[in-house]
Every structure is written in structure tokens, then in C-alpha cells.
């Protein structure tokens, strides 16, 4: 049975949830669907204490690690994995409709 892994939310990572939640909550004028949002992110990315190879790598940054993209709704988590501190790094927390090969 895999052991499970610790995971991480970089400060970026945590910036990028708040701003969901602000674009939600300023755009819509409404704070409980903002929430309800960032919850589903999080329940989400928590599925990764288990599964942290779920999603493919797509790619590597110019620090040579291993992205993975995780959808979920209209966002994208990308992370990547450290095997050997079993810890998931969540790098990012974007708007899935962007430009995200341009930003990272």
C-alpha cells in the first residue's frame, strides 16, 4: 500500500486561492459560491495525499521538476511531486481558460 504524502501549498499557490475567491465573490456578489469554490479546490488537491501520481506529467519547468496538472471545475492545480520527502508541492491554482504554458 502507497504511504501517503504531505501536501504543500507554496505561497503563490495560496495568493492564486484567495484571488478565486475574490474574482468569485466581486464578480458574482457571492461570497458562499466562493466558498463553496475554494473548498472543492481543496477537497481536490487533498486527493493527492494518496494519489499523487494521478495526473500525467506535462511538463518540466526550468527548475527541471516534474509538472502535473490536475483540473478541477474551471481551474487548474499544478504541482509536482517529491518522491523522496513524500511531499506534493501545489505550485499553482489558476483560471484553466489562461494562457498557462505562457505564465509558468
Known sequence: MESNYKVDLSLKARMELRQVQEYITE???DIGAARRQSKRILKAIKTLEVF????RVRRKNSKGQELRYMPIDNFMIIYSVDDNMHIVHVLHIMYG????ESII
Not at 52 to 55: D, F, G, R, S
Not at 97 to 100: H, Q
Open 27 to 29: 464578480e458574482f456578489d
Open 52 to 55: 499523487p501520481k494521478l495526473y
Open 97 to 100: 481558460k489562461r494562457n498557462i
